[in-house]
């Protein structure tokens, strides 16, 4: 694949770990950050300042505006990425507690499949078996008490999910501006409209009043949208979906963890029973995608292999 050749495989493995550690410990900090801010609010002026940094810093280096067009294309990204993907997670954790929300977000990957489907590439037997799987698993998960309680907060996850794997189907067929100079476009629109969709539901604009939400909102300013974002977004770039998508596997873990050890917060069995199930289906399908992906190499032409020195060698 031409474009995963571009990449360092020590830059993919430094963006993978980032988004692999950094991100499932973001769910955490959005839970502080929304008991002192309104949701969107807290979307718009994470994403603006982000945006903003992001896209002077890489103006300096070179200095190239966006077109008209990848600024529309940077804008429907921001929001599918970050308006409603990132924004229904922040409102459903108002409602379910942050291990809960990240278990059933790891869907993400099967749900990345179905909407391949719809631009044309149907999953197979096996990768259906995957998502058949993953929707076992996320339906236990829904029948414990960590989201039955809150079946708004469930269905807010599944639209966060539905979004954001859009998304990452979508990004690859849009010509955005290149590299984190695009990134920063995308965080950028997405802060304004975020804003923008904020005053619009009437929230109250105010300041942190603590050191806790303050120590939130820069956390998710610096680590979860200059760090993660950016690196999130150069393996959708640079690499397949597919890889770029594992972060599902790790993300819960280290939620579920962080969740427990700094919020106390507790999860029914059903949990442990749900995301295990939904996991296997990701890995099923990632096993499944690699293997139908994989170049096949030709069998030996024996006229070739009989000439002494010709060595067949696989493309």
């Not at 979307?43 to 002077?56: K, Q």
């Not at 990204?77 to 409102?91: D, E, P, S, T």
């Not at 278990?103 to 078996?129: C, K, N, Q």
């Amino acid at each position: 694949m031409q474009r995963a050749a571009r990449a360092s495989i020590w830059t993919v493995a430094l963006c993978l770990a980032t988004v692999y550690v950094v991100w499932g410990t973001t769910y955490f900090a959005i839970k502080v950050a929304i008991q002192g801010l309104p949701t969107f609010f807290l979307v718009g002026t994470r994403f603006l300042v982000a945006g903003s940094v992001l896209l002077a810093a890489q103006l300096l280096r070179r200095p190239r505006m966006p077109q008209l067009t990848e600024w529309r294309n940077a804008a429907l990204l921001g929001v599918l990425f970050l308006v409603l993907g990132n924004g229904f997670i922040a409102v459903a954790e108002h409602h379910i507690s942050s291990g809960a929300t990240v278990a059933l977000g790891s869907v993400i990957p099967l749900a990345t499949a179905l909407w391949s489907g719809v631009f044309g590439h149907w999953p197979r037997r096996v990768e259906w078996m995957a998502i058949a799987l993953g929707a076992l698993g996320a339906a236990v998960m829904l029948l414990g008490r960590d989201l039955q309680a809150s079946p708004l907060g469930a269905l807010t996850v599944l639209l966060g999910v539905t979004s954001w794997s859009f998304g990452i189907v979508l990004s690859p067929r849009l010509r955005v501006p290149p590299g984190a100079l695009g990134f920063g476009a995308e965080m950028l629109c997405a802060g304004v409209i975020g804003l923008a969709l904020s005053a619009l539901l009437g929230e109250h604009w105010s300041l942190p009043r603590t050191p806790q939400v303050w120590g939130a909102w820069v956390y998710l300013v610096v680590f979860g949208s200059l760090v993660g974002f950016s690196a999130f977004r150069f393996l959708v770039e640079r690499v397949s979906a597919t890889l770029a998508s594992t972060y599902a596997y790790v993300n819960p873990p280290v939620a579920l963890l962080v969740g427990w050890a700094l919020g106390s917060e507790s999860f029914s069995p059903s949990l442990f029973v749900g995301l295990p199930l939904v996991l296997s289906g990701v890995a099923l399908h990632a096993w499944a995608h690699a293997r139908s992906s994989a170049p096949r190499v030709p069998a030996p032409d024996a006229s070739a292999a009989a000439v002494p020195g010709n060595a067949v060698s696989a493309p």
